[in-house]
């Protein structure tokens, strides 16, 4: 009876995609340089992201499947790297295990990749039981051959890690990204150098929700008396 119910419950019951959508409407928190930011736009299309609920099962995976199927191999525009954030996952059985294999296997076979991120520890027991080999990925690894299953610990070093890939097939450096701005108080006034790139950075970061201004405007002066700029590792995600 337990097992019929279970059936029952779970078994008709798909996937819930809460969200879907490229690199125009999901980006890392890493600023980058305009060059850099202005590629990965214009190519968003490379990247696809899934924000996954529920249960991933026998019943329900293949809506995600067909979803995954449809960003790498058969839209007109097909993606590079689909990201599925799996923080809103909560179980994963065999059969579901064996699908994302599976992903793996069919992006691998045409050069691309499946990255998942957020898996939680029942997931990754999971994964780990059915015999799953994920590569696990740091943001500050290297990109080269990052082909199939992947797997980054968390959901904005994913997302640096697929733009990444995309800026080194290109031929970017992407050790040219920078981390984000530094939102704490200004320790010092600061050179008159080291205020224009505080201002420089700031335009880069709001300038599309502000009107054109100069240096001395009081909407970005306010914020620059707040703001300064901070040196991180290669790789940081803050």
Known sequence: LAMGLFTVQYS??????????????????????????????????????????????????????????????????????????????????????????????????????????????????????????????????????????????HYHEALKLCEDVLLADAGFSVKSSVAPLSLEPRVTGGSGDDQWEVFTLLKDTFGDFLPEMEVGANALAELRKRVRVAEHAEGTTL
């Open 12 to 153: 008709g019951s798909p996937v819930l995609i809460r969200a879907a959508g490229d690199a125009r409407y999901f980006r890392s928190n890493v600023h980058r340089m305009r060059q850099q930011d202005e590629f990965i736009q214009m190519n968003s299309h490379k990247i696809w992201v899934i924000h996954v609920d529920g249960h991933v099962m026998f019943g329900s995976s293949p809506h995600l499947v067909d979803e995954v199927c449809a960003a790498l191999l058969k839209r007109e525009s097909s993606a590079d790297s689909v990201l599925l954030n799996f923080k809103g996952v909560t179980g994963l059985d065999y059969s579901g295990a064996l699908d994302l294999v599976t992903l793996g296997r069919k992006a691998a076979a045409v050069g691309r990749r499946v990255v998942l991120t957020e898996l939680s520890e029942i997931v990754l027991d999971t994964l780990l039981r059915a015999g799953v080999r994920l590569h696990r990925q740091r943001a500050s690894g290297a990109v080269d051959g990052l082909l199939g299953l992947c797997y980054s610990d």
